[in-house]
């Protein structure tokens, strides 16, 4: 195995995760954190609790920018509410020569980080499949055995970087692949995610009670077909049956799940709204399709008592 130098951008429960696995597995990671995060960090170190038991892996935290040297890569898991705030960061990562791979939610993080004014030759395509909370600072958990990152050129071609990350990934015992249909993959994991944010947050409900309910189910398929039908209309080529793929996927689900839209909305925080049924509704007008669902879910929850 050969030791990259890896900064993690957002050390919340993803970033910390992921970054404290790479480092338990020989790489040099660098978390930026702030606040009560970074000082426990500084103090105690980072504690990653899984499934398989608990560890303490040695990594640097700073809130210094200009204490980020140049790695191999920067894995950037922030909210997409939180990219602005972040973004001369990233930029200044990608300057040195890093490769920023986003693990956020959403199809539109490239562009947006390029809005930013991030080199989009820096920026690969990713994604990330994983349950995890931060629990107290400088403390997170990974509550599920799964741990998923696929990445890829967004150009669809193959490459070394791409390669070399995936691999470190997989040292450190995720389950990692190098994918040339990022785009694809991509939407796919947004097809699950706005459908069931969607629903579930129009129904204020966990999954178990709303699949379990005729018309809350009806309102689940219809929330994952409208996603499905602007994917298609913007020429994404989703697989013939991904709608009963989907649907699977939910009636796999523990029946307490909240997709974390939802626990952020009964948080009174702020949400990831505009870049999920926000996303759908515009796409769609863009395409001339109607999204009722979807176009309610803006709406509505959008609106705060």
Same mark, same amino acid.
């Given at each position: 195995?050969?030791?990259?130098?890896?900064?993690?951008?957002?050390?919340?429960?993803?970033?910390?995760?992921?970054?404290?696995?790479?480092?338990?597995?020989?790489?040099?990671?660098?978390?930026?954190?702030?606040?009560?995060?970074?000082?426990?960090?500084?103090?105690?170190?980072?504690?990653?609790?899984?499934?398989?038991?608990?560890?303490?892996?040695?990594?640097?935290?700073?809130?210094?920018?200009?204490?980020?040297?140049?790695?191999?890569?920067?894995?950037?898991?922030?909210?997409?509410?939180?990219?602005?705030?972040?973004?001369?960061?990233?930029?200044?990562?990608?300057?040195?020569?890093?490769?920023?791979?986003?693990?956020?939610?959403?199809?539109?993080?490239?562009?947006?980080?390029?809005?930013?004014?991030?080199?989009?030759? &820096?920026?690969?395509?990713?994604?990330?499949?994983?349950?995890?909370?931060?629990?107290?600072?400088?403390?997170?958990?990974?509550?599920?055995?799964?741990? @998923? @990152?696929?990445?890829?050129?967004?150009?669809?071609?193959?490459?070394?970087?791409?390669?070399?990350?995936?691999?470190?990934?997989?040292?450190?015992?995720?389950?990692?692949?190098?994918?040339?249909?990022?785009?694809?993959?991509?939407?796919?994991?947004?097809?699950?995610? &706005? $459908?069931?944010?969607?629903?579930?947050?129009?129904?204020?409900?966990?999954?178990?009670?709303?699949?379990?309910?005729?018309?809350?189910?009806?309102?689940?398929?219809?929330?994952?077909?409208?996603?499905?039908?602007?994917?298609?209309?913007?020429?994404?080529?989703?697989?013939?049956?991904?709608?009963?793929? @989907?649907?699977?996927?939910?009636? $796999?689900?523990?029946?307490?799940?909240?997709?974390?839209?939802?626990?952020?909305?009964?948080?009174?925080?702020?949400?990831?709204?505009?870049?999920?049924?926000?996303?759908?509704?515009?796409?769609?007008?863009?395409?001339?399709?109607?999204?009722?669902?979807?176009?309610?879910?803006?709406?509505?929850?959008?609106?705060?008592?």
């Amino acid at each position: 195995m050969h030791s990259m130098k890896v900064i993690v951008l957002g050390t919340g429960a993803v970033g910390a995760s992921y970054g404290g696995a790479l480092a338990r597995a020989g790489h040099e990671v660098t978390c930026f954190a702030r606040g009560a995060n970074l000082a426990a960090i500084q103090e105690r170190g980072l504690e990653v609790r899984t499934p398989e038991g608990a560890f303490r892996p040695r990594v640097t935290a700073t809130d210094r920018a200009d204490a980020l040297a140049p790695a191999d890569f920067a894995i950037l898991a922030v909210k997409s509410y939180s990219l602005v705030d972040i973004a001369p960061i990233v930029r200044r990562c990608a300057e040195q020569g890093t490769t920023v791979v986003p693990l956020l939610n959403g199809v539109e993080t490239a562009q947006r980080l390029e809005q930013l004014g991030v080199p989009s030759a &820096a920026v690969i395509g990713g994604l990330t499949t994983v349950s995890a909370v931060r629990v107290a600072p400088g403390v997170v958990e990974r509550r599920s055995a799964f741990q @998923v @990152v696929v990445v890829g050129e967004l150009d669809g071609r193959t490459s070394d970087r791409v390669d070399r990350i995936a691999g470190a990934f997989r040292d450190a015992g995720v389950d990692a692949r190098a994918s040339d249909r990022i785009e694809v993959a991509l939407w796919q994991k947004f097809v699950f995610l &706005a $459908g069931v944010a969607a629903a579930c947050g129009l129904a204020r409900s966990p999954i178990g009670p709303l699949r379990a309910d005729p018309p809350g189910r009806r309102l689940l398929q219809r929330a994952v077909e409208e996603v499905v039908a602007v994917a298609r209309a913007r020429g994404i080529a989703l697989p013939d049956g991904e709608v009963a793929r @989907v649907m699977g996927v939910i009636d $796999g689900l523990p029946p307490g799940m909240k997709p974390s839209f939802l626990v952020d909305l009964e948080a009174g925080g702020p949400t990831e709204l505009e870049i999920l049924s926000g996303a759908v509704s515009r796409f769609a007008e863009q395409a001339g399709i109607v999204t009722p669902v979807h176009d309610t879910a803006t709406v509505a929850l959008a609106i705060r008592t």
